[in-house]
């Protein structure tokens, strides 16, 4: 009798030593996937690279034989505990040969057969074979298990849906960066540790090429309680932040950096010198900031705008932080971004400014006052980021369920947003100031090392652009 078919899914029952007969069998269907080989390194801690990376799929058939051979040897275990004998089971001892590799893609048929009963022990060996989709045997060999004595029946167990969160949309935009020539980057104040470390992260990596300025002293001392070489790097000495500030937005003028990242000093004390009408750093444009988000769940990169500049922003500011998102849209390789302004509502209510707001966007979009994007709104959240939610609302939209940016009605909300995304949804959470003439990276301690390298990759990605851009006209 082969019990591969359990009547009743929703059920899992037992086969006591008793009911066993010799010959009978149970046999499970799964295919491997390259989830199944990364949850498996995830709880054993096997980080080895010959099960991981694809590329020792030809290499090293050895290792990758053994890797995907263990995942095999669960499959059996998975059967004799939940199809015969079932619950109750005990393993004592197994005996399995790996014969061929199992590759990503593979569908391996999982058999078991009762071949001997140890009456006085109550143990069961069954012969176990494992067959890919060709009909090969890739695992052979006996199990032997303590069978149960009592029947036992109940409702199978749930299994957890479980995500893999491998933020590989970062990795990809760091790997973007790093191929290109670094640039040289004012580094404001990096008087601590944190911030001197995630200057000197990004150098290692050849993204940037650091200008350290500020207190010599004071930076001479973060780097010795970091641990940090830093005299490869130049140092600017001024006596304090408000000087490191000016330094530094001078050295952009200059033409002696394109980029420029805060160190520990408060934001306004920097904004306060980009943003001064004579010496500052200010274009045509209003200074935005935009979150890239790389969301676990959503199957893109996303951005959220505004979320640390503009408080309470006019249309004539929403156009600016809308055409801003758009522009680094475009340099993180996204040619014609989806963007949802959002609101609490997907219709246009006269006593809400942010639907308002939302209807003159898309009409500015529409007269070319805006480029380079679809633009529609007003958009609740769910349904620009939700095909479902979309759909349910009868929304018939080329951004709705699908945005790569998400414009926001104001500060509070686009920084409520973010962080929810960051602390309750596992999103890592880059940033970069855009509108001056070069981007501006605001460094936060609660960044981790992944997000402060991305948010620097994002902004060398956008100087590298207008390097480029450039270059023709002073050619």
């Known amino acids: ?268 004390e920097l904004m306060h010198e980009v943003v001064a009408a004579e010496t500052g750093l200010r274009t045509e444009r209003r200074l935005s900031h935009v979150y890239v988000l790389d969301v676990p769940t959503y199957p893109r990169p996303l951005l959220i705008t505004d979320a640390a500049i503009n408080i309470a922003p006019t249309l004539e500011i929403k156009r600016d932080i809308v055409q801003n998102a758009i522009d680094l849209a475009h340099v993180m390789g996204v040619k014609e971004p989806r963007v949802a302004i959002l609101a609490a509502v997907e219709v246009v209510n006269p006593e809400m400014r942010s639907t308002v707001d939302a209807a003159a966007l898309c009409k500015m979009a529409d007269r070319g006052q805006i480029t380079g994007g679809v633009v529609d709104g007003p958009l609740a959240f769910d349904n620009a980021v939700s095909p479902k939610a979309a759909r349910d609302k009868g929304i018939v939209s080329p951004v709705a369920g699908r945005a790569d940016i998400l414009v926001v009605p104001d500060l509070e909300a686009g920084n409520m947003l973010a962080k929810q995304l960051a602390f309750l949804a596992g999103a890592d959470a880059a940033g970069v100031v855009v509108g001056a003439r070069v981007p501006i990276i605001l460094t936060s301690r609660a960044d981790s090392e992944r997000t402060r390298i991305a948010s620097c990759a994002v902004a060398v990605l956008m100087a590298q652009a207008r390097q480029a851009a450039l270059a023709p006209e002073q050619g």
């Open 1 to 268: 009798m082969d019990l591969a078919q359990v009547s009743n899914d929703s059920m899992i029952e037992n086969r006591t030593f008793d009911e066993i007969a010799i010959g009978e069998s149970a046999s499970a269907v799964r295919t491997l996937t390259q989830e199944d080989i990364e949850l498996f390194a995830v709880v054993s801690g096997d980080v080895n690279p010959a099960h991981l990376d694809p590329a020792y799929a030809e290499t090293d058939l050895f290792h990758r034989i053994i890797a995907h051979g263990m995942w095999g040897g669960a499959l059996i275990s998975a059967v004799l505990g939940t199809e015969l004998p079932g619950p109750g089971t005990i393993y004592i001892s197994q005996d399995l040969h790996f014969h061929h590799p199992i590759g990503i893609g593979d569908t391996i048929t999982t058999r078991i057969v009762a071949r001997e009963k140890i009456p006085g022990r109550h143990h069961v060996v069954f012969d176990c074979h494992c067959t890919n989709q060709d009909g090969k045997e890739v695992i052979t060999g006996t199990a032997e298990v303590q069978a149960p004595t009592e029947k036992v029946r109940r409702n199978r167990t749930e299994l957890p849906d479980v995500r893999m969160m491998r933020h590989q949309r970062f990795r990809d935009l760091m790997a973007h960066a790093a191929g290109r020539p670094a640039v040289p980057m004012a580094v404001v104040h990096p008087c601590d540790a944190l911030s001197l470390g995630a200057a000197v992260e990004v150098a290692q990596l050849g993204l940037v090429i650091p200008i350290l300025v500020g207190p010599a002293a004071k930076i001479q001392a973060a780097a010795a309680a970091g641990g940090f070489d830093i005299s490869r790097y130049r140092l600017v000495d001024v006596p304090h932040s408000h000087a490191a500030a000016a330094r530094a937005v001078a050295l952009v003028r200059a033409g002696e950096a394109v980029l420029l990242m805060k160190g520990s000093l408060h934001t306004d």
